[in-house]
Structure formats: C-alpha cells, structure tokens
C-alpha cells in the first residue's frame, strides 16, 4: 500500500510540475491522515479557547483580607484632608476625594461596608466614580445598574459576610485621581434601577423618607487589587 500512495504522489507531482513540486511534497502525500476531532456526547466539537477570548474572571463581592499583591497604602484625602468621606440619601448626596495610586493599571476595589446603622438605615447604597484622563467620566468597568456598580446596603441583618466588600472595577493612572461617592437615593427618585432599593419608598428608612441612610468610604481601609 505504501509503494501505491508513493507512486501516486509522483503521479501527481509530474502533473503540476508548475507548481514546484519536491521531495517535501511527495512526504506530505505520503504522510498518514490525522485522526478527526474528537466529538462530544452532544455531537459538538471541542476547540480549544483562546485566552484573549476567555474574558477576566469576576473578582470576588468579598475579601477577608487585602492579598499580597495588592496596594493597601493607597493615599487618600478630601477636600480638607480627610480620612473617610460620607453622603446621605438627601443633601449631601456625593462627597469626592483624591485617590493617589502608585501604578497605573486596571484595579478592583475593596473597602469597608459602606452601610454600618444595621436595620434603623436600610438603604445605605451607594456607588463610586474614579475620573482621570483614562477615564474621564469616571464611570467603573463592572456594572449593575447601567453604567454604576451599585453596592447595596449589606448589614441590615446586623453583621457583613466579610471585612471587605468589592466596589467596582477601575482603570486607575498613577498619581492623583479624582474619586467621587454617590448616593443610590437621587438614582431611584429618577426611577433608575429601583430593584436596588429596600422596603418602601416613603418609610423613615426608604428614600425619600426620614432617614439619613448614611453611606461612607474609610480611606485607611481602601484595598486595590490588580487584575
């Protein structure tokens, strides 16, 4: 059989002698056919993925620590030097800060629970901006509720699964960047992505009730995790 598939290959060879045809060509007809894919149960073939096409896997919604690899010492100020910004379902309802970052990159942002009255506010919810020429609206790479990552108030039941809660996704530039925190309430009234919000609209605890519904950011908690 293999004289055969030889002969044939030269056969051919003499025939298309326009094209070049060698010795290389004569070891290619001569070569075995290569095995067909293997197929699945259900009849679909299996081909291997691409790592550019695998997408960034979701970071975690909690962390109990901040990882080695991640920046921990992030410089943060506000407008007067503070350490921890806050806003209120009503007047103020966004505080900003300036976030200093060391390197430039794409990071996920872990902080302390922005809710911390347990059930007497149930609507600490809020969500972040970080602006720099990168990203000059500031909006985060992950969303939820459009273009924001809303984090929802997480300690009505009296504690949080863990000591660091994720707050979005951000391209950050090293040095100075401008970091704003919004409240959820202002979103709602507008009628934007209401599944967010807690109980009833007009409870002291809701929006547009009586209730502060106080969120903060605590700078000395912020944790930045590359991806």
Do not use: K
């Not at 922005?114 to 919810?125: K, L, M, Y």
Request: aromatic share 8%; charged share 20%; net charge negative.
């Amino acid at each position: 059989m293999r004289s055969r598939s030889v002969l044939s290959a030269a056969v051919l060879c003499l025939l298309l002698v326009t094209l070049a045809c060698n010795e290389n060509t004569l070891r290619t007809f001569d070569d075995p056919i290569p095995p067909p894919l293997e197929v699945d149960d259900d009849d679909t073939i299996e081909e291997p993925q691409d790592d550019d096409d695998a997408g960034v896997e979701e970071p975690p919604l909690w962390r109990n620590d901040c990882p080695p690899e991640a920046i921990a010492t992030a410089e943060f100020y506000g407008p007067n030097g503070e350490s921890e910004i806050a806003v209120l379902d009503s007047a103020p309802t966004e505080a900003s800060a300036t976030l200093v970052v060391p390197f430039s990159g794409i990071y996920a942002l872990y902080d302390t629970a922005v809710a911390e009255s347990g059930a007497s506010q149930i609507n600490e919810t809020g969500y972040i901006r970080i602006r720099n020429a990168a990203n000059p609206s500031g909006v985060p790479s992950t969303s939820n509720c459009e273009d924001e990552y809303i984090v929802q108030d997480n300690d009505n039941s009296g504690f949080a699964p863990a000591p660091l809660i994720y707050l979005g996704t951000f391209p950050l530039l090293e040095g100075e960047n401008a970091l704003t925190l919004y409240h959820f309430c202002p979103l709602f009234e507008q009628g934007v992505c209401s599944e967010f919000h807690i109980g009833e609209p007009g409870d002291s605890s809701g929006c547009s009730g009586n209730g502060p519904n106080s969120i903060h950011l605590a700078g000395e908690a912020i944790c930045l995790v590359p991806l």
